[in-house]
């Protein structure tokens, strides 16, 4: 079995998209690979309550408990590959998931770790992507699933999805159609990358 650990901080609703994905399309039979585990760094994420109603085993891994970024990646790392199967790594799935990871942490899962960016990267990388998006006028929107690389928001791109910037959005309403389509192509991102 391959076993998918998915990272989130906040509402996980890209990860509730790939869990919802993979039961509907079967992964477990046409891939072999599961929802193993649903990792927070913060115990108040609300897509936690999610994994738990659907028997997915949660845990949360506070980074303020930790001295150093460091520190708290090597826990991360001792907690993830406990799901590693013996004859297959864990593909690890960033969903929502606001840390800046260590080089160290990147290395250890190179090929076999994804990330989606509410930006048309190489646009936009970092924080804020919407309203920088408005105020630079752009004329369409979108979203990125890439493989994480040492530098932040890169990292060759798996898929992108536009959408239109509409006359009166504002940042919130911008980012609600962004992500509308970000739980269209994470769950396809990882579908081909576990066909590979
Ligand atoms: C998503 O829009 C995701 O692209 C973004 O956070 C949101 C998480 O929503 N990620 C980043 O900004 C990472 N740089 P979710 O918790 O509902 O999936």
Redesign the pocket.
């Known amino acids: 079995m391959k076993n998918i650990v998915i990272l989130?901080s906040?509402?996980?609703?890209?990860?509730a998209a790939i869990v919802n994905t993979a039961k509907r399309d079967h992964w477990a039979e046409k891939y072999g690979a599961r929802v193993a585990a649903v990792i927070s760094n913060k115990a108040d994420a609300g897509?936690l309550a999610f994994a738990r109603e659907h028997g997915i085993p949660t845990a949360v891994l506070d980074h303020k408990a930790f001295a150093s970024r460091e520190a708290f990646d090597a826990a991360l790392m001792a907690l993830i590959d406990q799901h590693d199967t013996p004859d297959r790594p864990v593909l690890l799935v960033l969903?929502?998931f606001?840390r800046i990871l260590t080089p160290g942490f990147v290395a250890h899962y190179a090929g076999r770790l994804t990330n989606?960016?509410?930006s048309l990267l190489p646009a936009f990388a970092g924080l804020h992507t919407q309203q920088r998006a408005l105020d630079a006028g752009c004329k369409f929107a979108g979203?990125t699933v890439h493989l994480v690389t040492a530098e932040l928001?890169h990292g060759p791109i798996l898929a992108q999805a536009v959408v239109p910037v509409l006359p009166g959005d504002t940042a919130d309403t911008l980012?609600a159609r962004v992500?509308t389509q970000?739980h269209l192509i994470y769950p396809r991102a990882v579908a081909q990358l576990l066909q590979k």
């Not at 906040?10 to 990860?15: A, I, K, P, V």
């Open positions: 989130i906040g509402g996980g609703s890209n990860m897509g969903a929502g606001m989606i960016h509410p979203a928001d980012a992500l970000e």
